[in-house]
């Protein structure tokens, strides 16, 4: 791995709300609305950061029906900067908040925090 891709990698892990982003993204797919509630932020605030870490490869998005769903990218833990980012995600999920969060996350549901969008 080059020291420009390293970089990259760990100036994209650390601003907290994207990588709270990314080990919510490592359970499961979910959608805007539903990282929103799980982990507390606006949904902006989580749009804008799933878009950088959409464009820089970290996380894929796909249509669900009215929902636009994020995962993890399983390209981005393949590729040679996967393990420093598998190595982050772990470390970083042994913090208590982050337990919160993780509970939050396995708890949240659709239909319960998500409005339909206007005209369905």
């Given at each position: 791995?080059?020291?420009?891709?390293?970089?990259?990698?760990?100036?994209?892990?650390?601003?907290?709300?994207?990588?709270?982003?990314?080990?919510?993204?490592?359970?499961?797919?979910?959608?805007v609305?539903?990282?929103?509630?799980?982990?507390?932020?606006?949904?902006t605030?989580?749009?804008?950061?799933?878009?950088?870490?959409?464009?820089?490869?970290?996380?894929?998005?796909?249509?669900?029906?009215?929902?636009?769903?994020?995962?993890?990218?399983?390209?981005?833990?393949?590729?040679?900067?996967?393990?420093?980012?598998?190595?982050?995600?772990?470390?970083?999920?042994?913090?208590?908040?982050?337990?919160?969060?993780?509970?939050?996350?396995?708890?949240?549901?659709?239909?319960?925090?998500?409005?339909?969008?206007?005209?369905?």
């Open positions: 791995m080059t020291l420009d891709e390293t970089l990259r990698v760990l100036n994209l892990l650390a601003e907290p709300n994207r990588l709270r982003l990314l080990i919510a993204l490592s359970q499961r797919r979910l959608c609305c539903e990282l929103s509630a799980a982990l507390h932020l606006r949904q605030v989580v749009s804008q950061h799933l878009r950088v870490l959409r464009d820089n490869g970290l996380v894929i998005n796909r249509k669900d029906g009215l929902w636009v769903e994020y995962e993890m990218s399983p390209d981005a833990l393949q590729r040679p900067s996967g393990k420093l980012l598998r190595s982050v995600l772990a470390e970083a999920g042994r913090d208590e908040a982050v337990s919160v969060d993780l509970k939050s996350v396995a708890e949240v549901d659709r239909q319960a925090v998500c409005r339909k969008p206007k005209g369905t």
